[in-house]
């Protein structure tokens, strides 16, 4: 399974991206997937997860009702529509494949990551 991201950039406060990762390899339900994402000096911290089997999502305090995951079944890709941006959600995002749920989202060892996409959120 590979895992690339795109869509990073540099966007002003109150402004909107979309990130997007394509999936290679196994289609895009096939597991729990999300969006990480590494401020400098931070740990990785999850954003947001979309359910493999009906679609339901999750999402950090952070990002809720600002963030919106999604996936394209026809274009196998996972979606991150992020709007009314703020400098602290500048950071490189991250997607994987094949979460699981240990009192917060974490990647399993034998899950897989996109390579970064970095968000520039000046204010």
């Known amino acids: 399974v590979q895992l690339q991201a795109s869509g990073g950039g540099l966007v002003q406060a109150g402004g909107s991206l979309r990130l997007s990762c394509a999936v290679s390899?196994?289609?895009?339900?096939?597991?729990?997937m999300g969006w990480f994402r590494q401020a400098p000096g931070k740990e990785r911290e999850i954003v947001a997860v979309?359910?493999?089997?009906?679609?339901?999502?999750w999402y950090g305090d952070s990002v809720k009702g600002r963030f919106t995951i999604s996936r394209d079944v026809a274009k196998n890709t996972l979606d991150l529509q992020m709007n009314s941006l703020k400098p602290e959600d500048t950071a490189v995002y991250y997607c994987?494949?094949?979460?699981?749920?240990?009192?917060?989202?974490?990647?399993?060892?034998?899950?897989?990551w996109g390579q970064g996409t970095l968000v520039t959120v000046s204010s």
């Open positions: 994987a494949a094949d979460l699981r749920w240990r009192n917060s989202w974490v990647i399993r060892p034998e899950g897989y």
């Open positions: 979309i359910i493999s089997s009906g679609g339901s999502t």
């Open positions: 390899g196994r289609t895009v339900g096939s597991y729990h």
